[in-house]
T-cell receptor, first 110, second 114 residues
Framework: SQQGEEDPQALSIQEGENATMNCSYKTSINNLQWYRQNSGRGLVHLILIRSNEREKHSGRLRVTLDTSKKSSSLLITASRAADTASYFCATNFGNEKLTFGTGTRLTIIP | GAGVSQSPSNKVTEKGKDVELRCDPISGHTALYWYRQSLGQGLEFLIYFQGNSAPDKSGLPSDRFSAERTGGSVSTLTIQRTQQEDSAVYLC????????????FGSGTRLTVV
């Protein structure tokens, strides 16, 4: 399977702490994307990192990509209650569609 | 429109009935995708439309599933003779073209087969 796998499956942290989620995949990619899902409905695109990039920032989000290890991490700094959601990585292998991982359930404790 | 619109939001159907799910993508987006998500699971790819090209149907789980996209815009996913294992949230997404862009998702249709 070319599916990405997130780690951990679930994460609970105190508000204000940083949250780190990891994603591993199996084959070469064109890009890797992170999405957030609230309440089991539509996903929201957070950030896209291309295979020739190593790090990308967007607000409180920092994404790294290590193509030699076939892994990526998503760091959310200064977490807020509103960050409680499921986070998915998705990979594009050049065949025009994304393959999604199984997600990390993040809970921010006020 | 401003976003991807899906209807209905929720659908309860009896086993064996046919259902149609609708997706209205962002205007001008040439790529349209259908995924489904079972409870607590990741997203399973179903089908992909890109412009006037033949759709990628490689993810459709059985011949009971079909989809069409009329005029390069609205898409309909049809499930015939529904089974209980078809119960899931069906998500539609669109992009300006291919997965080089982030997807914009609709809010999904929650299908429950009883």
């Amino acid at each position: 399977s070319q599916q990405g796998e997130e780690d951990p499956q679930a994460l609970s942290i105190q508000e204000g702490e940083n949250a780190t989620m990891n994603c591993s995949y199996k084959t070469s990619i064109n890009n890797l994307q992170w999405y957030r899902q609230n309440s089991g409905r539509g996903l929201v695109h957070l950030i896209l990192i291309r295979s020739n990039e190593r790090e990308k920032h967007s607000g409180r989000l920092r994404v790294t990509l290590d193509t030699s290890k076939k892994s990526s991490s998503l760091l959310i700094t200064a977490s807020r209650a509103a960050d409680t959601a499921s986070y998915f990585c998705a990979t594009n292998f050049g065949n025009e569609k994304l393959t999604f991982g199984t997600g990390t359930r993040l809970t921010i404790i006020p | 429109g401003a976003g991807v619109s899906q209807s209905p939001s929720n659908k309860v159907t009896e086993k064996g009935k046919d259902v149609e799910l609708r997706c209205d993508p962002i205007s001008g987006h040439t790529a349209l995708y259908w995924y489904r998500q079972s409870l607590g699971q990741g997203l399973e790819f179903l089908i992909y439309f890109q412009g006037n090209s033949a759709p990628d149907k490689s993810g459709l789980p059985s011949d009971r599933f079909s989809a069409e996209r009329t005029g390069g815009s609205v898409s309909t996913l049809t499930i015939q003779r529904t089974q209980q294992e078809d119960s899931a949230v069906y998500l539609c997404a669109s992009t300006p073209g291919a997965a080089l862009y982030g997807y914009t998702f609709g809010s999904g249709t929650r299908l429950t087969v009883v």
